[in-house]
C-alpha cells in the first residue's frame, strides 16, 4: 500500500501518535495487574494498605483544614474549617492504626443498612398487599433477601471483605490483561507504520 500526499501525512501523524500512547495503556495494565495479584495473594494485607494510604490522605486534608481554620481566627467560618479539620485528623489516625477494623466496620454499617431496608421492605409489602395482590411477595421476597444479606455481613464482616478484595482481585487482573493486550496492540501498530 502506497501513502502520498495527505495519506502520507496521515500516516506520519498516527505513527506519532502511537509511538506517543501505546506505553500509557501497557504501563497502566502492569500495574493494575499487580494490584489484582496483591489483593488476590494477601486480600485482607492489601485491603489495609488501601484504607491505610486513604487514612493518609484524610489526615493530610485534616491537618490543611486545622491550619487554614487557625490562620482564618475570626473570620466566618474559621471555627468550622477547624472543626472539620479536627474531625478529619482523628478519622484520619484512626484509618493509619486500625485500617482492617476501620474496614470490618463499614461492612457492619453495610449490613446494619441492608437489614434496616430489608425490613423496611417487607414492612411496605405486608401493608400494601390488598392494593396489589399479585405483586407484594416480590416485594417481601426482595426484603427478606436483603435482610438476611445485612445479617450475615453484619456477622461476618471478615469474610466479606474477603469476598470483596476477591472480586476486585480478579476483576484487576482481567482489566490488567486487557490493558497489556492494548498496548502491545499499539505497540505493533506503531511498528508497522515505521516500517511503511
Not at 59 to 65: I, N
Not at 80 to 105: C, D, E, H, M, N
Not at 166 to 180: F, I, Y
Amino acid at each position: 500500500m502506497s501513502w502520498t500526499g495527505p495519506r502520507s501525512r496521515l500516516r506520519d501523524e498516527l505513527a506519532r501518535y502511537t509511538a506517543r500512547t501505546w506505553r500509557v495503556p501497557l504501563g497502566r495494565g502492569v500495574v493494575t495487574l499487580l494490584v489484582g495479584v496483591a489483593l488476590l495473594l494477601a486480600p485482607l494485607t492489601s485491603l489495609a494498605a488501601v484504607v491505610t494510604v486513604l487514612g493518609v490522605g484524610v489526615l493530610a486534608d485534616g491537618v490543611v483544614s486545622v491550619v487554614q481554620g487557625v490562620l482564618a481566627r475570626g473570620q466566618w467560618g474559621s471555627s468550622w474549617r477547624l472543626a472539620r479539620g479536627l474531625i478529619g485528623v482523628l478519622a484520619g489516625l484512626f484509618l493509619v492504626w486500625q485500617p482492617s477494623i476501620t474496614a470490618k466496620s463499614l461492612i457492619v454499617l453495610a449490613g446494619g443498612a441492608a437489614l434496616v431496608s430489608g425490613v423496611v421492605m417487607v414492612a411496605v409489602s405486608v401493608q400494601t398487599r390488598a392494593l396489589a395482590p399479585r405483586t407484594w411477595s416480590g416485594g417481601a421476597v426482595a426484603g427478606t433477601l436483603l435482610a438476611l444479606l445485612g445479617v450475615l455481613l453484619m456477622l461476618f464482616p471478615t469474610a466479606a471483605l474477603l469476598l470483596v478484595t476477591v472480586v476486585v482481585g480478579a476483576g484487576s487482573l482481567v482489566t490488567g490483561a486487557a490493558l497489556v493486550a492494548h498496548g502491545w496492540r499499539l505497540r505493533r501498530a506503531w511498528r508497522e507504520l515505521e516500517r511503511v
